[in-house]
Nanobody, 120 residues
Framework: QVHLVEFGGGLVQAGGSLRLSCSVS????????TGWFRQAPGKEREFVAR??????????GDSGKGRFTISRDNINNKNAVYLQMNNLKPEDTAVYFC???????????WGQGTQVTVFS
Protein backbone atom coordinates (compact mmCIF):
# COMPACT_ATOMS: atom_id res chain seq x y z
CA GLN A 1 0.00 0.00 0.00
CA VAL A 2 1.23 3.49 -0.86
CA HIS A 3 -0.17 6.55 0.89
CA LEU A 4 -0.12 9.97 -0.75
CA VAL A 5 -1.13 13.33 0.67
CA GLU A 6 -1.11 16.57 -1.30
CA PHE A 7 -0.48 20.04 0.13
CA GLY A 8 -0.15 23.52 -1.20
CA GLY A 9 -3.23 24.28 -3.24
CA GLY A 10 -4.99 27.58 -2.94
CA LEU A 11 -6.25 30.74 -4.58
CA VAL A 12 -3.78 32.69 -6.70
CA GLN A 13 -3.96 35.54 -9.16
CA ALA A 14 -3.09 34.89 -12.79
CA GLY A 15 0.64 35.21 -13.31
CA GLY A 16 1.40 34.00 -9.83
CA SER A 17 3.04 30.80 -8.61
CA LEU A 18 2.21 27.89 -6.37
CA ARG A 19 4.22 24.93 -5.19
CA LEU A 20 2.33 21.71 -4.59
CA SER A 21 3.77 19.02 -2.36
CA CYS A 22 2.97 15.33 -2.21
CA SER A 23 4.05 13.19 0.71
CA VAL A 24 4.65 9.61 -0.45
CA SER A 25 4.86 6.81 2.09
CA UNK A 26 4.35 3.10 2.38
CA UNK A 27 5.63 0.34 0.10
CA UNK A 28 7.69 2.31 -2.33
CA UNK A 29 11.02 1.79 -4.02
CA UNK A 30 13.42 4.15 -5.71
CA UNK A 31 11.83 3.30 -9.05
CA UNK A 32 8.29 4.08 -7.93
CA UNK A 33 6.79 6.68 -10.22
CA THR A 34 4.89 9.59 -8.73
CA GLY A 35 2.77 11.61 -11.08
CA TRP A 36 0.77 14.79 -10.90
CA PHE A 37 -2.62 14.90 -12.57
CA ARG A 38 -5.35 17.50 -12.63
CA GLN A 39 -9.06 17.57 -13.25
CA ALA A 40 -11.05 20.68 -13.99
CA PRO A 41 -14.84 20.80 -13.56
CA GLY A 42 -16.59 19.03 -16.39
CA LYS A 43 -13.33 17.82 -17.90
CA GLU A 44 -11.43 14.58 -17.89
CA ARG A 45 -8.44 14.09 -15.68
CA GLU A 46 -5.20 14.94 -17.45
CA PHE A 47 -1.60 14.03 -16.86
CA VAL A 48 0.72 16.86 -15.84
CA ALA A 49 4.11 15.36 -15.00
CA ARG A 50 5.83 12.41 -13.36
CA UNK A 51 9.11 11.55 -11.67
CA UNK A 52 10.57 8.46 -10.07
CA UNK A 53 11.46 8.59 -6.40
CA UNK A 54 15.16 8.40 -7.27
CA UNK A 55 14.77 11.57 -9.35
CA UNK A 56 15.00 9.91 -12.74
CA UNK A 57 12.33 9.25 -15.32
CA UNK A 58 10.99 12.79 -15.54
CA UNK A 59 8.32 13.35 -18.12
CA UNK A 60 5.84 16.17 -18.72
CA GLY A 61 2.46 16.03 -20.31
CA ASP A 62 1.31 18.83 -22.57
CA SER A 63 -0.33 20.62 -19.64
CA GLY A 64 2.90 20.62 -17.66
CA LYS A 65 5.43 21.68 -20.25
CA GLY A 66 7.07 25.07 -19.98
CA ARG A 67 5.60 26.55 -16.81
CA PHE A 68 5.64 23.59 -14.41
CA THR A 69 8.60 21.81 -12.84
CA ILE A 70 8.45 18.49 -11.03
CA SER A 71 11.05 17.54 -8.41
CA ARG A 72 11.51 15.29 -5.44
CA ASP A 73 13.49 14.84 -2.28
CA ASN A 74 14.01 12.33 0.48
CA ILE A 75 14.68 13.89 3.85
CA ASN A 76 14.92 11.74 6.94
CA ASN A 77 13.80 8.80 4.80
CA LYS A 78 10.55 10.56 3.87
CA ASN A 79 9.72 10.94 0.21
CA ALA A 80 8.16 14.08 -1.17
CA VAL A 81 7.37 15.10 -4.72
CA TYR A 82 6.77 18.71 -5.71
CA LEU A 83 5.14 20.56 -8.56
CA GLN A 84 6.32 24.12 -8.98
CA MET A 85 3.78 26.02 -11.05
CA ASN A 86 4.71 29.41 -12.45
CA ASN A 87 2.87 32.01 -14.51
CA LEU A 88 -0.42 30.41 -13.60
CA LYS A 89 -3.42 30.94 -15.83
CA PRO A 90 -7.15 30.65 -15.12
CA GLU A 91 -7.22 27.50 -17.23
CA ASP A 92 -4.89 25.87 -14.70
CA THR A 93 -7.77 25.89 -12.23
CA ALA A 94 -8.40 22.28 -11.24
CA VAL A 95 -8.08 19.73 -8.49
CA TYR A 96 -4.51 18.45 -8.57
CA PHE A 97 -3.81 14.88 -7.58
CA CYS A 98 -0.63 12.95 -7.03
CA UNK A 99 -0.53 9.26 -7.74
CA UNK A 100 1.96 6.42 -7.52
CA UNK A 101 2.75 3.51 -9.78
CA UNK A 102 5.36 0.85 -10.32
CA UNK A 103 7.12 1.35 -13.67
CA UNK A 104 5.08 -0.02 -16.53
CA UNK A 105 1.93 -0.37 -14.48
CA UNK A 106 -1.12 1.89 -14.11
CA UNK A 107 -1.25 4.48 -11.37
CA UNK A 108 -2.82 2.53 -8.55
CA UNK A 109 -2.56 4.78 -5.53
CA TRP A 110 -4.01 8.29 -5.40
CA GLY A 111 -4.09 11.17 -3.01
CA GLN A 112 -7.23 13.06 -2.08
CA GLY A 113 -6.39 16.04 -4.27
CA THR A 114 -5.80 19.72 -3.62
CA GLN A 115 -7.73 22.57 -5.21
CA VAL A 116 -5.90 25.19 -7.24
CA THR A 117 -7.93 28.21 -8.31
CA VAL A 118 -6.42 30.89 -10.54
CA PHE A 119 -8.35 34.13 -10.92
CA SER A 120 -7.77 36.91 -13.44
Amino acid sequence: QVHLVEFGGGLVQAGGSLRLSCSVSGRTSRSTLTGWFRQAPGKEREFVARISLNGDNIFYGDSGKGRFTISRDNINNKNAVYLQMNNLKPEDTAVYFCAAADPGLPYKYWGQGTQVTVFS
